[in-house]
T-cell receptor, first 114, second 115 residues
Framework: AQSVTQLDSQVPVFEEAPVELRCNYSSSVSVYLFWYVQYPNQGLQLLLKYLSGSTLVKGINGFEAEFNKSQTSFHLRKPSVHISDTAEYFCAVSAGKANNDMRFGAGTRLTVKP | GAVVSQHPSRVICKSGTSVKIECRSLDFQATTMFWYRQFPKQSLMLMATSNEGSKATYEQGVEKDKFLINHASLTLSTLTVTSAHPEDSSFYIC???????????FGQGTRLTVV
């Protein structure tokens, strides 16, 4: 079975600074990787996904992530954060079959300070 | 992207009563839907996988008689929390996937409070 580890539970950062949220995965089969953002009392919104092809994936709101198979990582980055980026971020993995369930990391709370 | 609608967004019920939560895929057919539970400041924990027309598959430790899941059509799955207790209070989120290995589409979540 696949699993995800998010290495940082909380990441505080100042506005306009760069940020990296770390995610490592474990799987015995090929995987699809995702980053989601969750605002309080809301569902999850997809930021970006890696299915295949280019290992550098660009998503919404200026976020990007790089799939590194050798390091089994899928870290999320943004070069300059805004106050509005304050939220909970979840890395998720799904095995290579359609309709397989998605497994989530524990989440990283990103807090952007003025 | 595809839209998944979850209803209600908030519900307060008395201990011992049952609560039904609906999850609908509005513009696509979802052969599989997933139900998650999220405790405060924690991640989403998969409760069960719901396949249209068949019995749901529950994760280890999830009581299937307490959390009844019905997936009667390709656009609707329901989760019924039976004989609810305060410890069932939580945030419940559904998701649906199409037949392609793309991202899952999530409902808005339901905040259940059992008093």
């Amino acid at each position: 079975a696949q699993s995800v580890t998010q290495l940082d539970s909380q990441v505080p950062v100042f506005e306009e600074a760069p940020v990296e949220l770390r995610c490592n995965y474990s799987s015995s089969v090929s995987v699809y990787l995702f980053w989601y953002v969750q605002y309080p009392n809301q569902g999850l919104q997809l930021l970006l996904k890696y299915l295949s092809g280019s290992t550098l994936v660009k998503g919404i709101n200026g976020f990007e992530a790089e799939f590194n198979k050798s390091q089994t990582s899928f870290h999320l980055r943004k070069p300059s954060v805004h106050i509005s980026d304050t939220a909970e971020y979840f890395c998720a993995v799904s095995a290579g079959k359609a309709n397989n369930d998605m497994r989530f990391g524990a989440g990283t709370r990103l807090t952007v300070k003025p | 992207g595809a839209v998944v609608s979850q209803h209600p967004s908030r519900v307060i019920c008395k201990s011992g009563t049952s609560v039904k939560i609906e999850c609908r895929s509005l513009d696509f057919q979802a052969t599989t839907m997933f139900w998650y539970r999220q405790f405060p400041k924690q991640s989403l924990m998969l409760m069960a996988t719901s396949n249209e027309g068949s019995k749901a598959t529950y994760e280890q430790g999830v009581e299937k008689d307490k959390f009844l899941i019905n997936h009667a059509s390709l656009t609707l799955s329901t989760l019924t929390v039976t004989s609810a207790h305060p410890e069932d209070s939580s945030f419940y989120i559904c998701s649906a996937r199409t037949g392609l290995p793309t991202e899952a589409f999530f409902g808005q979540g339901t905040r259940l409070t059992v008093v």
